[in-house]
């Protein structure tokens, strides 16, 4: 189950960890100012307007009043597991049987939050749910974006990028490579729009929000890429070759 041993295993909790709450911090550090914040949420929302991408007050409408109660369920529920349970659970998944593609995933991770992080310094954005005409649907939620715990550790203005997205592609196109079955491929396959679907039925982000996860993403993702070219130089004929499960690393 630890293929390099206790050692490489408490190294790398130590590394994750240690900038995750770093991390946290700096971006309770970036909330910005309250005004800012508000303002250009006015202008992600003219922006979609301009775009015919304003669908969000829709979606929740359709979640809250129209859907079967299964889908409010399923977007309160993904919000916070999919960015904590599911993103470090995959996380250990991938590190005891799928090393080869951990240290990929791991620096594609760390990317986004560095990326993300600046993002919440320059753009300080408010969610949909702090302006008229959306529900904060997690407030009745027994962790709410009200609670103590959140309000002291999280940063109420990082709707710019959506990093819930950026995490989901990541975790979406690692998974599609390194499992076999292809149930399980296809769930990963869709897990990125049930994600993107939760942080805006829950009046957490923007559709362009998401968007701009996408981009961080797919900015992180060829970075690690050139970082594991540079560590792996004779699969360099193979750009994703050092994802592809090895015999001795099957997957179930």
Do not use: K
């Not at 659970?89 to 005891?96: I, V």
């Not at 080869?100 to 993300?116: Q, S």
């Not at 599609?176 to 679907?197: D, G, K, N």
């Not at 594991?228 to 699969?235: H, K």
């Amino acid at each position: 189950m630890l293929p390099h041993g206790w050692g490489d295993f408490w190294v790398q909790f130590a590394v994750f960890w240690t900038f995750y709450a770093g991390y946290e911090l700096s971006a309770h550090l970036a909330s910005g100012a309250r005004p800012t914040a508000f303002a250009n949420g006015e202008r992600v929302m003219s922006v979609e307007r301009s775009l015919h991408l304003f669908i969000e007050p829709a979606i929740q409408r359709w979640t809250l009043h129209d859907a079967p109660a299964a889908f409010l369920w399923l977007a309160n529920n993904t919000y916070f597991t999919c960015q904590f349970a599911i993103s470090f659970g995959f996380m250990l998944w991938t590190y005891a049987m799928a090393n080869h593609a951990f240290y990929f995933v791991r620096n594609t991770i760390l990317l986004i939050d560095f990326i993300g992080l600046g993002g919440y310094f320059t753009v300080p954005t408010a969610p949909p749910r702090m302006f008229p005409g959306f529900v904060d649907t997690l407030h009745t939620q027994p962790i709410s974006m009200q609670s103590s715990l959140v309000q002291a550790l999280g940063n109420p203005y990082a709707a710019m990028p959506s990093l819930h997205s950026a995490y989901a592609i990541v975790l979406g196109v690692t998974g599609v490579v390194v499992f076999r079955h292809p149930a399980v491929r296809a769930l990963w396959t869709i897990y990125p729009a049930i994600v993107v679907y939760a942080i805006v039925a829950t009046g957490n982000h923007f559709v362009l929000d998401a968007l701009g996860g996408l981009a961080v993403a797919g900015i992180a993702l060829v970075a690690s890429l050139a970082i594991a070219r540079g560590r792996f130089p004779r699969r360099g004929a193979a750009p994703v070759g050092f994802l592809v499960p090895r015999p001795a690393a099957t997957t179930r």
